[in-house]
């Protein structure tokens, strides 16, 4: 017989989903069956499997061990005995990243520019490797919590967009998480510099289709998916701009397609932006992709957390809008 306590970040799920999570060799057929039968107990009761956990309930399996083993462990690979390894290789590697906040619930990083949100491959290491990594080294989360249930990112950036990402510690955190930013509870502040002179705030309206292929997004007036963005301008010298801006509606590339669009798009965007403008900054300050930050986030409780602009963001700032030689740069 084995028996696991259902610890508070594996909460709040449903009991046969938890199952699956905890056997994925077995299917949900013989689940349900060792449901029926009592061979699967909920707090010592037979159990549907669509009860909602609770911290400290007790689950109890009356499997042989290795029955348990063959039906816990991936295609016999025991391919999860092998990923801490892969988290903590992460949270050793990526040194660049900064805790911002942390509760029992959720996390709160400032990722660097040219690290993935998300891994899009095999084999890639990303924020969200990092973050577990971190929470294996700091003892917040075991290697058996980890089989069980795998903490997430909840918002991403682009790989050179740099900034706030919200992380989900439990399910219940990542649960809270993706409702306030589904129901725009969670208000986003970036901070980028963008060729040309703005001078008053607007929010800017319109649609969005994606071309996959081609990985970029077009704007249109009447098709697609509705994008919003609010922006206002903090500091201009009639050559750029530094610009605060609120993403209203969270889409692929939406604000730097959104900026381009109207003639302002952000400096080093070389899949957006203008291209003149962009040499001329790569080959003068090295600058070579686009200039973003996810600044700031505001919780609907008026609780703010901010993430520092990196050194190159700074440099640049001071270089384009502070140097006087940098007048006259903007074609």
Sequence with gaps: MQEIRIAPDQAGQRFDKFLRRLFPEAGNGFLYKMLRKKNITLNGKKAEGKEILDPGDVVRMYFAQDTFL????????????RLPDRYREAYRKYSGVSILYEDERMLVLNKPVGLLTQKAKDG???????????LLDSGALSA??????????????????????????????????SEL??????????????????????????????DTRA??????????????????????NGHYT?????LITGKTH????????????????????????????????????????????????????TAPCPREFERLEKALLDDAESIGTFV
């Design 181 to 210: 930013i589904r129901t725009r509870g969670i208000r986003k502040f970036y901070r980028t510099i963008c060729a040309g002179s703005l001078t008053g705030s607007a929010t800017i309206r319109g649609y969005l289709t994606k």
């Design 70 to 81: 063959k039906l816990s462990h991936k295609s016999g690979v025991q391919e999860n005995d």
């Design 124 to 134: 890639d290491l990303s924020l969200n490797e990092w973050m577990i990594g971190y």
């Design 254 to 305: 939406q604000i730097r397609a959104q900026l381009a669009d109207m003639g302002h798009p952000l400096i080093g965007d070389f899949k957006y932006g203008d291209q003149t403008v962009n040499r001329r900054l790569k080959d003068r300050y090295g600058l070579d992709h686009h200039l973003l930050h996810a600044h700031r986030i505001r919780f609907p409780d008026g609780r703010e957390l």
């Design 242 to 246: 530094l610009l605060e801006v609120e």
């Design 215 to 236: 990985n970029k997004v077009r704007l249109s007036q009447t098709d697609g998916e509705p994008v919003c963005t609010a922006y206002d301008p903090l500091r201009s």
């Design 144 to 177: 058996e919590e980890l089989r069980i249930f795998r903490p997430s990112v909840c918002n991403r950036l682009d790989r050179n967009t740099s900034g706030l990402v919200l992380c989900g510690k439990s399910l219940a955190g990542s649960q809270y998480l």
